[in-house]
């Protein structure tokens, strides 16, 4: 009887300190205490505490890695917004020092002397203007006098004469203006053609015209197509006029 009662008292102890081995495992240990929540909802069927506060662990993990995922995805969103703004910044900045260089007068080399390239250009557009005004003023009052028999030719070397200057020059302004955009520039041959032409003496025309009217006639015709066509000016007695 008695052994009995030792034998209760020690089975007793022994269930109390695996009682208390297991509450106190359960609550120092995290997997013991996840593994009696398991078997307790495993055998009852109900929700432990335990285990529901597992799984709500287990969501906010999941949430947290989703926006921390998201997060690194934005920081890179913004890296990469950051570099084409800072690209954007560098080329602004280069536009308006390029747009403050354009608003900037320029100063040329024009004629030998330093200028600002607006006068430059103010200058040839000046000289070409007075010249051409000049030029077509001096054809318009010529007409007349170079439809006069014969003593019209010394009026039209003259103006031929003062119309090859005035080309000359005028393309010589023209270069000069080109040197202020480009000092490389290489002069047009043109105005050394141009500035090295003569204009034959009054003599000189009316010998071709009584020799050669013919070739006279077609040599005009081949720069200006638009006078008539005298197919019978050949036979013109031009000892009248001598």
Known sequence: MRLLRITKTLVLGAILAMSLGLNVATVAIGSVATLVSSAYEAVTGAVS??????????AKDKQLAAKSKQLKV????????????D???????????????????????????????????????????????????????????????????????????????????TMYDL????LAFNPDAAADPEVTEVCGMTVPTKEEVWLAVKSSPGAAWAAAKDAVPDIPDFSDITTIDWTFWN
């Open 175 to 178: 270069h000069q203006l080109e």
């Open 49 to 58: 505490v335990v285990g529901q506060r597992n799984r709500d662990l287990a």
């Open 74 to 85: 934005n920081s890179q969103q913004l890296n990469t917004t950051t570099k084409q703004l």
């Open 87 to 169: 690209a954007k910044t560098k080329q602004v900045a280069s536009l308006s020092d390029e747009v403050a260089g354009l608003k900037k007068p320029k100063v040329v080399s024009y004629r030998g002397q330093p200028r600002l390239l607006s006068t430059a250009v103010e200058d040839t557009a000046e000289r070409i203007s007075r010249r051409t005004v000049s030029g077509a003023t001096r054809n318009a009052s010529s007409v007349v006098a170079e439809a006069i028999p014969f003593w019209g030719i010394a009026v039209i070397v003259g103006v031929t004469a003062w119309d090859l200057t005035d080309a000359c020059a």
